[in-house]
């Protein structure tokens, strides 16, 4: 470690900020995205910048290293272990990035560059910086994708970023940034795209990176629970401005500023779902008498279904398979899923990237076809089912997709895409269908002036509403919400969760609500399915699934959870270190 690094980090604040503002130009004029900032972080301690999408905390970050575009104005004063980067020439200001402060972006698939090998990226990095030879340069990529823990570094090193996961793009992308021993590591939104087992992993290696380094870290993001499992201090941002700070500790425990109070009351935490707050390090420890209780939840749960009538949904020994392409064998993606949905039902399907998941919500409405064993919806059988077939069934299902703004059709305003399923179908037309649109936007509680507006002129909560509205047009008496809440805020996603469990009341329909996120699950599901590798580990009522996990990997899944309480998460964190460690000495 550098004699500047350590000096920085003894003689007071690493970074400061003073007074820093940040103006765009549009049509004309100056739009504040952030006011006269004031902060400062100490070399190995962390500072979360937290607040919904629009308050200003990624412009302002990346206004420290002059990221910004030409139609911004920079005020006010940045200065890392007491030198002015204010004003600094092009090239000073390079050597800065990379060298002394380095950047985690939320998609590694795009900050990564896709025409190069990983280990060409990061040998690229020390050459410029340090001058190294290849082999020296070579030497210390692998050594640095070693100490991120990828499984094997000589193959992420040889391989393409989209030959990876995003779990192990993410970690080549933080070898990459910490390959010149920064000073500072700001962390824009690091986890937000990944599992939470991934997440939590990724959460313990910036910790252990902090301390070895001791680096500072700039925690860019909205979730409260990322903030409790990570950093020291937190500052809240609303509108450009800061409207709390303080250490986590005392702002977690004591929010004086109402905004903070919301933010941190619309995290959603296991255990919510049935007003009952689950003591989830309790829960991973499986003994005689959580065996019995899960057994007798199991049984209630088979006696309550029973009275429900004939499934929405049902899968028989059902296995998926994605076609053979070229010289890329066939992928048996859905392997022996069984399972039912029945009417007014809530079913939520849980697992990580790849488990499956999705394919199985796709197949439900014929978007995949079935390799093995019987599929029934709404009464049909879709195993081999033909196109006029599919077209039937595609009237009793409604799908929501993850990302509105790609499922809604930029052209057409968002009246139109929520007529357009009616109209297609014959559903309705002309006034009807008018008075139809008009209605199911009341539903979804956005105004019925919006009927004229673009996807592009709303915000992401607001496209999902619409998303929710055109999924609900033909009235389906089967739902299949892949992923809905993934991509708003915090505080956006809790409204969602709100207006779908409203409407699911009102309604009746059966839901197959698919997410990684157990917290989310639990506020809407009346059972939990849990997935790995293709394959269905457990099934059972939400509180037994929850309260008395018997899988191991379903106690994975829930001890990566994080929470928005300090204390709770130190021990949540040490509760799955634990588990995880038994797991290795049993194998």
């Known amino acids: 470690m550098s004699a500047a690094h350590e000096h920085g980090a003894a003689t007071g604040p690493l970074l400061e900020v003073t007074d820093l503002s940040v103006d765009f130009a549009v049509d004309g004029f100056w739009v504040p995205a952030a006011k006269k900032l004031n902060y400062a972080v100490e070399g190995g301690k962390a500072l979360a910048i937290v607040g919904e999408s629009g308050s200003g905390k990624s412009a302002s970050s990346m206004a420290i290293l002059d990221l910004l575009p030409g139609n911004a104005r920079i005020q006010g004063s940045v200065k890392l272990a007491g030198r002015e980067l204010r004003g600094l020439r092009p090239d000073a200001m390079r050597r800065v990035r990379g060298g002394d402060i380095a950047v985690i ?43 991120v823990e990828l499984p094997d570094p000589l193959k992420a090193f040889n391989s393409y970023p989209h030959q990876l996961s995003g779990g192990q793009r993410q970690r080549a992308m933080i070898a990459q940034s910490i390959s010149c021993d920064p000073k500072l590591l700001i962390a824009d939104e690091p986890t937000t795209a990944l599992d939470v087992t991934v997440q939590a992993e990724i959460l313990d290696l910036m910790r252990d990176l902090r301390h070895r380094l001791n680096s500072a870290i700039l925690l860019i993001t909205h979730d409260m629970g990322v903030v409790a499992d990570l950093a020291d201090d937190i500052v809240v941002m609303r509108q450009g401005e800061i409207v709390e700070r303080g250490t986590v500790a005392g702002v ?62 049902s899968f028989e020994h059902v296995a998926i398979e994605y076609p053979k392409r070229g010289r890329v064998p066939a ?153 809905p809440t993934s991509a708003l805020d915090v505080s956006v996603q809790a409204t969602v969760l709100e207006l779908m469990r409203r409407l699911q009341n009102e309604l009746g329909f059966a839901c197959l609500f698919i997410s990684h996120d157990l917290a989310v699950v639990d506020t809407l599901s009346d059972r939990i399915i849990v997935m790995q590798h293709g394959k269905i580990v457990e099934q059972g009522a939400t509180g037994q699934i929850l309260r008395h996990p018997r899988d191991p990997y379903t106690q994975r899944l829930i001890a990566a959870v994080p929470v928005p309480d300090p204390v709770e998460q130190k021990l949540r964190r040490e509760a799955r270190q634990a588990l995880l460690a038994a797991e290795r000495d049993g194998q």
């Open 105 to 147: 972006f939320q998609e590694p698939m795009t900050a990564l560059n896709p025409v190069y090998t990983v280990g060409f990226q990061i040998i690229e990095t020390l050459r410029i910086h340090f001058g190294m030879s290849p082999s020296a340069a070579r030497e210390r990529a692998l050594e640095l994708l070693d100490m």
């Open 331 to 483: 992928f048996r993606a859905v392997d022996d899923a069984n399972f039912t949905i029945f009417p007014g039902e809530v079913v939520g399907l849980v697992g990580e990237s790849g488990s499956g998941k999705t394919t199985v919500g796709r197949a439900a409405i014929g978007l995949i076809p079935i390799a093995d064993g019987v599929a029934t919806v709404v009464g049909r059988d879709i195993s081999h089912a033909k196109r006029p077939l599919l077209r039937e069934v595609h009237k009793d299902v409604g799908i929501v997709f993850q990302d509105p703004s790609s499922s809604l059709n930029p052209r057409l305003p968002i009246g139109q895409s929520i007529g357009e399923p009616m109209l297609l179908s014959g559903a309705a037309k002309g006034r009807e269908l008018d008075a139809r649109v008009e209605e199911l936007l009341d539903a979804v509680e956005l105004p019925r002036a919006y009927r004229n507006r673009y996807p592009h002129e709303l915000s992401g909560g607001q496209k999902q509403r619409v998303g929710i509205a055109r999924a609900l047009s033909l009235k389906p008496k089967l739902l299949i919400a892949d992923e």
């Open 252 to 313: 977690f425990a004591n929010p004086t500023h109402p905004y903070t109070q919301q933010l941190l009351g619309a995290v959603p935490r296991i255990g919510d779902g049935d007003g009952t707050r689950i003591d989830t390090t309790a829960a991973l420890r499986a003994d005689t008498t959580a065996i019995e209780l899960a057994a007798q939840a199991a049984e209630e749960d088979v006696q309550r279904r029973a009275s429900l009538g004939e499934p929405v949904l």
